[in-house]
């Protein structure tokens, strides 16, 4: 039985093709593939904001939304921001919802790593504490998504590409207004 980790492979459509393990597609020609982000909200309307661990392959030590990974091949999207919440944050994640859903970026990394994804973003709300996964997160703060604009805006560099060009689409959208629970 394999423990490899796969990633859904896209056409230039969006459609699955196929799939790969995940350790063998981040390269620097990246094929298209399925992912998600996640920005997580807490009962105070602040957003988390986490510093990629100084392990990770690519973009290690910059700071970046809640989490994100890639759905496993069949698996729905909701299920894997769920699924991931746990292992990257020891975090249990409620009202998941889907903010941006045609959301796609191609990157490249100083190292020369490509991102190339199609990837819906989420809001999600969390029940309960944080536990991150330090092989995940180096750092993690709560701040308004105001701030965190104002700062993407000053130091860009220091983000992931990914949140620099999620997090005005957001703003836009009003995506991280708190909603009576009644």
């Not at 094929?31 to 290690?60: D, I, M, Y």
């Not at 975090?91 to 199609?118: C, K, Q, T």
């Not at 309960?128 to 805006?153: I, K, Q, T, Y």
């Not at 959208?173 to 009576?180: P, T």
């Amino acid at each position: 039985m394999s423990t490899a980790e796969l990633v859904v492979l896209l056409d230039e459509t969006g459609s699955p093709i196929g799939s790969a393990d995940k350790a063998t597609v981040h390269t620097s020609s990246t094929p298209l593939h399925l992912a998600f982000s996640c920005h997580v909200l807490n009962r105070r309307g602040e957003l988390l904001v986490t510093r990629r661990s100084l392990t990770k392959q690519s973009w290690p030590g910059v700071w970046t939304n809640s989490l994100c990974g890639h759905p496993a091949p069949g698996e729905p999207l909701e299920n894997a921001v769920v699924r991931r919440g746990e292992q990257e944050l020891g975090a249990e994640l409620v009202r998941i919802r889907p903010v941006l859903p045609d959301f796609s970026y191609r990157a490249l990394d100083a190292s020369g790593i490509v991102e190339n994804e199609i990837c819906p973003v989420f809001v999600a709300d969390l029940s309960g504490d944080l536990a991150p996964s330090a092989a995940e997160v180096a750092e993690w703060n709560w701040v308004a998504p105001e701030d965190l604009a104002a700062a993407v805006r000053r130091t860009p560099f220091a983000f992931s590409p990914w949140l620099v060009l999620q997090l005005p689409r957001l703003l836009e959208r009003d995506a991280f207004a708190l909603e009576d629970a009644a």
